[in-house]
């Protein structure tokens, strides 16, 4: 069973720092990594999907890297604004199944809850 | 373009009744999902859908019915709500990453609702 592992479970940063949110799951057979951010009372918006096949992926000032094989996974924000506030979760996709096999289904973290101080 | 939404926003019910709490997509989607957040906890999947007339239990089924009769529409069903139930849900739909052309197959979420049951 994948168990997805998140640290810190929370983070205070004056305005303008660069962060690193850890991510780290036990099962490296996944087929692809998403992260969200979740704000208060809100859903989920998701913020970049990376393939197993690819090694990061970058929009904006976020960066995401994963390294399949030791099982970890990065969001790096760039210098960060109070408007980043929010929780971060990240969600390995289970391995490919066949055709009539179920979904992407998504292992979620309990999340990095970052604050932005100006 | 609503994407995925769901109602009510907030229930409250008493140990024993039921409801359904409803999600519709308008992207066309073929996947859908169902999750349940606790406190503290990450994201855990209830029921999922491959499509119309097609839906399987995920990680967390008990106490809870599904139904999938359209694409745009996957109702979840509290029969005998417990205490235990108190949550906030999630539903969630994807793109067939099946279908022509699909690479990426990002989960979108709807804004919650959040269920006490006393």
């Known amino acids: 069973k994948q168990e997805v592992t998140q640290i810190p479970a929370a983070l205070s940063v004056p305005e303008g720092e660069n962060l690193v949110l850890n991510c780290s799951f036990t099962d490296s057979a996944i087929y692809n990594l998403q992260w969200f951010r979740q704000d208060p009372g809100k859903g989920l918006t998701s913020l970049l999907l990376i393939q197993s096949s690819q090694r990061e992926q970058t929009s904006g000032r976020l960066n995401a890297s994963l390294d399949k094989s030791s099982g970890r996974s990065t969001l790096y924000i760039a210098a960060s604004q109070p408007g980043d506030s929010a929780t971060y979760l990240c969600a390995p996709e289970e391995g490919r199944r066949g055709v009539t096999g179920g979904g992407n289904k998504l292992t979620f973290g309990t999340g990095t809850q970052l604050k932005v101080e100006l | 373009n609503a994407g995925v939404t769901q109602t009510p926003k907030f229930r409250i019910l008493k140990i024993g009744q039921s409801m359904t709490l409803q999600c519709a997509q308008d992207m066309n989607h073929n996947y859908m999902y169902w999750y349940r957040q606790d406190p503290g906890m990450g994201l855990k999947l209830i029921y999922y859908s491959v499509g119309a007339g097609i839906t399987d239990k995920g990680e967390v089924p008990n106490g809870y019915n599904v139904s999938r009769s359209t694409t745009e529409d996957f109702p979840l069903r509290l029969e005998l709500a417990a205490p235990s139930q108190t949550s906030v849900y999630f539903c969630?739909?994807?793109?067939?990453?099946w279908g022509v052309g699909r690479v990426v197959d990002e989960q979108y979420f709807g804004p919650g609702t959040r269920l006490t049951v006393t």
């Open positions: 969630a739909s994807s793109p067939d990453k």
